[in-house]
């Protein structure tokens, strides 16, 4: 079990928490973030690889921050990534032969539909990156080339 994702969610629990001290202004222009605990869940049935073997690829759970700022009541933008990368293990026929590690990250346009209410829906348009790197190959296929791209 990962400790420090925990630590931070906690962390994030205790300043969310605070933060309903402070004046309930949601729509004033200006910077806001949070932290939060996100998953990764790749598709549970990957398919076969050269006709032979079953693959799939593992779940991974680490802490993200959100940084944004409101340009209008009703008008924002936010950037949103992992603090650390996300890992996943690739097997082939349940044997574990890769592991993967990549970095998302999102940013958003958002109009919010009730920007004077603690609640605000809001729809977004944004652009996404995923950064993929460290891609290392072991077990049945340890030696081989695995190449992993960008999207």
Not at 13 to 27: E, F
Not at 63 to 92: C, I, M, Q, S
Request: net charge negative; charged share 15%; proline share 6%.
């Amino acid at each position: 079990m990962k400790v420090l994702p925990l630590i931070v969610a906690g962390c994030a629990l205790a300043v969310a928490g605070a933060g309903t001290a402070r004046a309930q202004d949601y729509s004033a222009p200006g910077f806001y973030g949070a932290v939060g605990y996100n998953g990764v869940a790749p598709k549970s049935s990957n398919g076969v690889l050269a006709g032979a073997f079953r693959s799939s690829i593992g779940d991974d759970w680490e802490p993200t921050l959100t940084l944004g700022y409101r340009f209008a009541p009703n008008w924002g933008a936010e950037l949103w990534l992992p603090l650390v990368k996300f890992e996943h293990d690739v097997k082939l026929d349940c044997a574990k032969s890769a592991t993967i590690k990549h970095m998302p990250l999102l940013l958003t346009a958002q109009y919010h539909f009730l920007a004077d209410q603690a609640w605000q829906p809001f729809v977004g348009l944004g652009y996404g990156w995923v950064n993929v790197s460290d891609e290392r190959t072991t077990g049945p296929i340890a030696g081989t080339n695995l190449d992993v791209k960008d999207t």
